[in-house]
């Protein structure tokens, strides 16, 4: 049975290599890939890479044939939902040649309108995939056309299904979203804050009493606090600080091995490939079920192959991907 991500914001990732980017200059590109992307997307190709079997849902386009055949030369099962507008391509400019490792740049652009009959199509789609489902997860933004809550009807499709839920959103569609009771609730710590703590926090994840090596008591109770009021379990990351993991009011600080700067080629898609390496653990676990939130201890477990997915992902140029090597070895 297959695990359903759900992408509403599927687009084109040109990843262009260049020594050092020249404002104001003709530059001249070392490298251009081009690949299919967006959140659920990303988590769905990783998963796949890690022998689970997984399927994306999203929107297509005018264009969506190129997005099929990149799709297809990759063996990615994208299950694209008819659209008319043009899908967007995001682009990620890569400075190789810098002293202090590379330098990454995102462009990303508008995402097209969705038609109405697209939305409806897409939740009969799913509606039909559900009961053959191993869990669903819903990451990342929606194109515009998409009712507001769309998100959280989802969830709540699959909440009558039985099916367990992960969710990778933030702000007021987080909100709404977790009434759904997701089994799982991944974003990064400013994310977390500027959802549910807003105002009493300065700084985000560079600066500030986030971005600190170890977190200030008042800003621990905070989150634990947090967690009391919904029927779920937070993972939290941090970069390469550490991953708080919290559930009914318990919180639990995990450190997690740092890459050097000369690693790392690309960070954009680790989140995703974290996701979806966390994921890939808690059901070989069997650690995953609808209508709760997952254990401390399953997800303290499973914080390991999630950080090597990140981690090797964030060693590629290419968003949502893993090394062969590192493949290879599990």
Known sequence: MPVITICLSPGFQRSVSIAKLMPAEVNRLTEVLVDVSGKG????????????????????????????????RETLDLRLIASSGRLRTCTSIIETGLADGCRV????????HVDASCVSAMTKTLQAMLPSATALVIAGSMAPGFPVDYQTRLARLAQACGVPVVLDLHGATLREAITAEPAIVKINLAEFVTTFLAGQFNGGEQSGPLAEAVLSPALRNAVADVSRSHATSFVLTRGARSVLLIRDGELRVVDVPALSAQEIINPIGS?????????????AMDAIHAGQGVSLDALEEAI??????????????RPGFLEGSFVATL
């Open 41 to 72: 997307i990303n988590v769905c190709r990783v998963l796949q890479h890690l022998g689970i079997e997984a399927v994306c849902l999203a929107q297509g386009g005018s264009n969506a044939a190129e997005l099929v055949a990149l799709a297809h």
């Open 105 to 112: 740049t995102e462009l990303v652009e508008p995402a097209p």
């Open 271 to 283: 989140g995703d490939a974290f996701l979806a390496g966390l994921l890939a653990k808690l059901l």
């Open 304 to 317: 390991s192959l999630a950080t090597a997915c990140a981690q090797s992902n964030a060693r590629t140029a």
